[in-house]
């Protein structure tokens, strides 16, 4: 059993940035970010393997970075030039590695993202 604790959501204006961390109670293999608004499906964000290597929706992608420090078992999703359709609640997670939410077996809490225009 994997537990992961998400932190560094908030209100941001349009055009800032965030930087939020996940950190996780054991080792993990892949880690990735989802985002969910009310009504609607967790949307895929980043993911990123143990060997470091990463893959982004073209929605985020130029904008997000998602890195890991393994000696922390820790993961962190750095979002610039945020838009108000990024706001939402973000969760991380542990599992395959895929874009799809079904194939993460464990998740984090959620922090909540809020962009201001």
């Known amino acids: 059993q994997v537990q992961l604790v998400e932190s560094g959501g908030g209100l941001v204006q349009a055009g800032g940035s965030l930087r939020l961390s996940c950190a996780a109670s054991?080792?993990?293999?892949?880690m990735g970010w989802f985002r969910q608004i009310p009504g609607k499906e967790r949307e895929f964000v980043a993911s990123i393997t143990w060997p470091g290597g990463t893959y982004y929706p073209d929605s985020v992608k130029g904008r997000f970075t998602i890195s890991r420090d393994n000696a922390k078992n820790t993961v962190y999703l750095q979002m610039n030039s945020l838009k108000p359709e990024d706001t939402a609640v973000y969760y991380c997670a542990a599992g395959a590695g895929s874009t799809r939410a079904r194939d993460y077996n464990y998740w984090g809490q959620g922090t909540q993202v809020t962009v201001s225009s």
């Open positions: 054991g080792r993990t293999f892949s």
